[in-house]
């Protein structure tokens, strides 16, 4: 990079940083949200909600399908 292009550039350094550590919590949060290990403690979580009465079974229900469903998207991306 030039002197020229740099000084240009310069004032929208902020920005490329600020853009950058949005990009990786978002990488972050995805490989959260997509973690077999994580969904599996959350389906856990789900199951002694129920025995311990805090959840219905209707929200229980709803909670676990989405959590599975889950699961099976990050299964087939791996194995993509």
Do not use: C, Y
Request: no cysteine; net charge negative; hydrophobic share 40%.
């Amino acid at each position: 990079m030039g002197i020229l292009s740099g000084l240009i550039g310069m004032p929208l350094a902020p920005l490329r940083g600020t853009v950058w550590v949005a990009e990786q919590i978002r990488d972050e949060a995805d490989k959260q949200f997509h973690d077999p290990a994580a969904i599996r403690r959350q389906l856990e979580q789900i199951a002694d909600a129920r025995r311990a009465g805090t959840i219905d079974e209707d929200e229980a229900d709803s909670a676990e399908r989405e959590l599975v469903a889950r699961l099976i998207r990050s299964d087939r991306n791996e194995g993509a």
